[in-house]
């Protein structure tokens, strides 16, 4: 069973959890950042799809890519992760930022948790970080047991349980 991550980030969080997803995979996957890359998507059985949310919303190039791929996408095993700063409304984004057919179609929709690197936002986004989320310092909260449980989800799929 051939998989495929593709993934949009827009400060390396979700290229991170990508990563960190395909290395618990027992048939590794290929990762792809899908504003630079691109892939055959008919080649897979399994496509993964990870994006961030900034201010509410998905990345453009995530949703456009879902769009320009519907016909091969419905016919696909399809998991979505999402790295956000709010857990408790991640999965609320992913249903109101993707197209319902894909939200309803994903077997496995994970919150694969977030990072802060100051050093990579402009001088806006850091600002407004710091007042919204009262934090100075760069910290990453990745949640390795979420990435955990979507790669056994995708293992089970390939029939290689832990």
């Known amino acids: 069973m051939k998989t495929l991550i593709a993934y949009t980030t827009k400060h390396g969080s979700t290229k991170k959890c990508g990563k960190l997803l395909n290395e618990r995979l027992k048939t590794k996957g290929k990762l792809i950042d899908i504003k630079k890359d691109k892939a055959k998507i008919k080649e897979y059985d399994v ?13 453009k190039e995530m949703i456009n890519f879902i769009n320009s791929n519907e016909k091969v996408l419905k016919n696909k095993e399809i998991g979505l992760f999402i790295c956000c700063s709010d857990e408790e409304k991640s999965i609320e984004f992913m249903k109101e930022n993707l197209p319902n057919w894909i939200y309803e179609k994903a077997f496995i929709k994970k919150y694969l948790g977030h990072e802060i690197h100051f ?12 007042v919204v989320a009262k934090s100075k310092e760069s910290y990453s909260d990745i949640k390795d047991e979420n990435i955990k449980v979507l790669a056994n989800e995708v293992n089970k799929l390939a029939g290689l349980n832990e």
């Open 47 to 59: 496509i993964l799809l990870g994006f961030s949310i900034y201010a509410g919303r998905a990345q």
């Open 119 to 130: 050093n990579k936002m402009n001088f806006l986004e850091r600002n407004i970080y710091k």
